[in-house]
């Protein structure tokens, strides 16, 4: 069974950074797109980034372009975001997802998703 699990969460001032970690099980990791999203309260769940396989494409939302980088490493089947010059509105719940196809910005076109971390920025 596919599995994914979110890490890295917590609690930062406005300006602080941190870095999420989505360790994947139960797939052949390299082969999937992996992507974040979050979802603020009363909010639809909203694209962050994304990663072809490979590593080598990435995709990222326009508000978070420049702050937040995702990378990979298919060794340990783990993808991640380095999330810096936080805002308050980056407050949500942060998800990662998976799914055969090819770079996608939309959460139905993703299978497989991780239970989510909070991530709390503080004014």
């Known amino acids: 069974q596919v599995h994914l699990a979110e890490s890295g969460g917590g609690l930062v001032q406005a300006g602080g950074s941190l870095r999420l970690s989505c360790a994947a099980s139960g797939l052949t990791f390299s082969r999937y797109t992996m992507a974040w999203f979050r979802q603020a309260p009363g909010k639809e769940r909203a694209f962050v980034a994304c990663i072809s396989g490979s590593g080598g494409t990435t995709l990222y939302a326009d508000s978070v372009k420049g702050r937040f980088t995702i990378s990979r490493e298919n060794a340990k089947n783990t993808v991640y975001v380095q999330m810096n010059s936080l805002k308050p509105e980056d407050t949500a719940v942060y998800y990662c997802?998976?799914?055969?196809?090819?770079?996608?910005?939309?959460?139905?076109?993703?299978?497989?998703w991780g239970q989510g971390t909070q991530v709390t920025v503080s004014s």
């Open positions: 997802a998976a799914d055969l196809a090819y770079l996608r910005s939309t959460s139905y076109a993703y299978h497989y």
